[in-house]
């Protein structure tokens, strides 16, 4: 189960998220954030310091939420440094590692 509460600030809108991140609520997650009047993403954040587990779809929303620009927090070290992976670069390209110069 998982608990979305939604809170405009000025500037933004902040997702504080309590339990699981998991199944369908990463669908639920997805919806708020779309459905956010947002002028700007770096405006939005993700408050993960209730959360307990993040599955993989939940982990790739979180992380094509940070590319968009939205802010995530995290505490616990095993959380934090999930969200650090998540905000990531993406690596280089490796497929063409191996083309000839």
Same mark, same amino acid.
């Given at each position: &189960?998982?608990? =979305?509460? *939604?809170?405009?600030?000025?500037?933004? =809108?902040?997702?504080?998220?309590?339990?699981?991140? *998991?199944?369908?609520?990463?669908?639920?997650?997805?919806?708020?954030? @779309? &459905?956010?009047?947002? +002028? #700007?993403?770096?405006?939005?954040?993700? +408050? @993960?310091? +209730? *959360? !307990?587990? =993040? +599955?993989? /779809?939940?982990?790739? @929303?979180? !992380?094509?939420?940070?590319?968009?620009?939205?802010? =995530?927090?995290?505490?616990?070290?095993? &959380?934090?440094?999930?969200?650090? #992976? @998540?905000?990531?670069? /993406?690596?280089? #390209?490796? *497929?063409?590692? #191996?083309?000839?110069?």
């Amino acid at each position: &189960m998982l608990k =979305i509460t *939604v809170s405009n600030e000025h500037p933004g =809108i902040t997702f504080r998220l309590s339990g699981r991140l *998991v199944g369908p609520w990463v669908q639920e997650l997805r919806q708020c954030w @779309l &459905m956010a009047d947002l +002028d #700007d993403p770096a405006q939005c954040r993700v +408050d @993960l310091r +209730d *959360v !307990s587990f =993040i +599955d993989e /779809a939940g982990k790739q @929303l979180l !992380s094509q939420m940070s590319r968009g620009g939205v802010a =995530i927090q995290a505490s616990g070290c095993l &959380m934090k440094a999930l969200v650090e #992976d @998540l905000c990531r670069p /993406a690596p280089p #390209d490796l *497929v063409n590692r #191996d083309a000839n110069p």
